[in-house]
């Protein structure tokens, strides 16, 4: 069960958002392999993704 | 209002308003991964949960099954042991670390904690959940009079408030008077600090002739770093004429339950952490709500350093009544101070947090106080050492004087040696502060 406040939000929409974005992001990665900018800057959206399926996708799995 | 403007009160407003059961289901699941992570990257807790099957612990029962982790613990996993610094609790890569920091070592050696970058925004995630139930917002310019050094709380407050959109001032490099001159300067609108130096602030303004209710913009003030009894927290209401909220936390766990507007004990901050409440005696018998035990917790996300069912060592209660905020979250009251400074003296248990709740309650003439408890021949004998305000004058001591030995005696069933000591001797903290000395181990 759920609470009644994620009525107004489509937590699916962004779970799937959040799963593309992670997605992307290894992508990226994994095209900037040895290119430090690159990297770090996606290990960072990386962190920030990890919240993000803390903050939402944990709680309609 | 729709739903939506109501949900601005929440950082997340669909995770606190989620009924108990299901914040538990995601506890669980969360407690079960962490389990097999710290199994398979951590040596210290491949060898703890030997027997144990992450994928067994279905209820809160066979939680209670998993082995306590004590401090003591991760001492001993860290000191000499491979790779440096943090030994055996590690279970990422080193080179994958980008935060140190470090306990304040008050019981004995300090521990070493770092964090990867994700771990570490995990942790500054949870403070915006704190900062926000506290009410802080965009619209605040936060102010925090420390330099933060290798330790954790502030750091993490100074990165939540930023995240939030704060603005946020740091005011480390300054002394007393500079900071207060600069919070008056830039009209910050919100303090984070310990509530030890909360009250020295309001000492050094009166001296400087600013009036904190009067003289400055201050609305809220969220306390870190040492524990608050509730008429130290009032006091602060009262002196600073702001809102005054508390959290709890350490460097090994982060920061796990605080207060929301209502300001009636603290939200546990699930489920980003998993909270239970265990027998003083043994340590493993789960406490009903409403009466007293002692804390013991699971961070669920922070998968650097592992840390399992973490003996906090403070006695506290979980509090029965649903919080008119709306947050579903347990809600702890922290009641009975820290096991490790309960003492039995002459038959009866005594916590120095009595002192303070006394002292903070009852008698605003005092500016500092300390305990020390010594031995003579075979009594234990209890003194507290008082500053009052350089207003008071010697009539009025020797009446406060026979009122604080009444009250003390009142409240603990124990009798006070008071020493009037003159304004400025006893330590003034600006970090976590030291008013119990039990000389009697030396």
């Not at chain 1, 994620?6 to 990226?28: C, G, H, Q």
């Not at chain 2, 003591?72 to 080193?94: H, I, M, N």
């Not at chain 2, 990165?159 to 008077?177: H, M, R, S, W």
């Not at chain 2, 959290?247 to 605080?258: L, V």
């Amino acid at each position: 069960m759920i609470g009644e406040e994620s009525m107004e939000y489509d937590l699916k929409a962004m779970d799937l958002e959040i799963k593309a974005i992670e997605e992307e992001t290894k992508r990226l990665k994994e095209l900037g392999r040895g290119f430090e900018a690159v990297e770090r800057n996606a290990d960072a959206i990386l962190a920030f993704t990890y919240l993000l399926k803390r903050n939402v996708s944990d709680i309609i799995e | 209002m729709t739903r939506k403007e109501e949900s601005r009160k929440y950082w997340n407003p669909i995770i606190e308003t989620l009924p108990p059961e299901k914040l538990q289901e995601i506890e669980l699941k969360r407690f079960r991964e962490l389990l097999r992570w710290a199994k398979d990257q951590s040596p210290f807790y491949k060898r703890k949960l030997h027997g144990i099957e992450p994928e067994d612990i279905r209820t809160m029962e066979d939680v209670a099954k998993v082995p306590v982790t004590e401090k003591d613990e991760l001492r001993a996993a860290q000191e000499g042991k491979e790779p440096f610094l943090y030994g055996e609790l590690l279970a990422v890569p080193s080179e994958s670390l980008s935060t140190f920091h470090q306990t304040s070592g008050t019981t004995g050696k300090p521990v070493y904690i770092p964090d990867t970058y994700e771990s570490w925004q995990w942790l500054v995630e949870v403070w915006c959940y704190l900062l926000y139930a506290a009410g802080f917002r965009r619209s605040d310019r936060v102010f925090l009079p420390f330099a933060y050094n290798v330790y954790i709380a502030f750091w993490q407050g100074h990165y939540a408030a930023e995240k939030i959109g704060c603005e946020v001032v740091p005011g480390g490099a300054l002394d007393t008077k500079g900071r207060i001159r600069k919070m008056k300067e830039v009209k910050a609108t919100a303090l984070m600090n310990t509530p030890t130096y909360g009250l020295h602030m309001i000492e050094v303004s009166r001296e400087m002739g600013i009036d904190p209710k009067k003289d400055l913009n201050v609305k809220k003030m969220i306390c870190a770093g040492e524990p608050m009894p509730e008429p130290t927290r009032l006091r602060l209401e009262e002196e600073w004429g702001v809102d005054v909220y508390d959290h709890i936390g350490g460097t090994e766990s982060g920061a796990w339950a605080g207060m929301c507007c209502e300001k009636r004990g603290m939200h546990v901050m699930e489920p980003h952490y998993l909270f239970e409440m265990v027998d003083l005696e043994t340590m493993s018998k789960p406490i009903p709500p409403g009466m007293k035990g002692v804390a013991v917790i699971t961070p669920l996300c922070r998968r650097c350093i592992p840390l399992i069912r973490f003996n906090l060592k403070d006695v506290m209660k979980v509090m029965d009544e649903p919080c008119p905020c709306g947050r579903a979250s347990m809600r702890v009251d922290q009641i009975g101070g820290r096991v490790d400074d309960l003492r039995k003296i002459r038959g009866v248990f005594f916590s120095p947090s009595i002192v303070e709740e006394v002292i903070r309650g009852q008698f605003p003439e005092a500016v500092e106080f300390e305990t020390i408890l010594t031995q003579e021949e075979v009594m234990p004998v209890l003194t507290l050492r008082i500053e009052f305000n350089p207003s008071i004058n010697e009539g009025q001591i020797k009446e406060l004087r026979f009122r604080i030995r009444e009250r003390l005696k009142i409240r603990s069933n124990l009798t006070f040696e008071i020493e009037i000591v003159k304004p400025g001797v006893l330590p003034r903290y600006t970090l976590k502060s030291s008013r119990f000395k039990d000389l009697t181990k030396r």
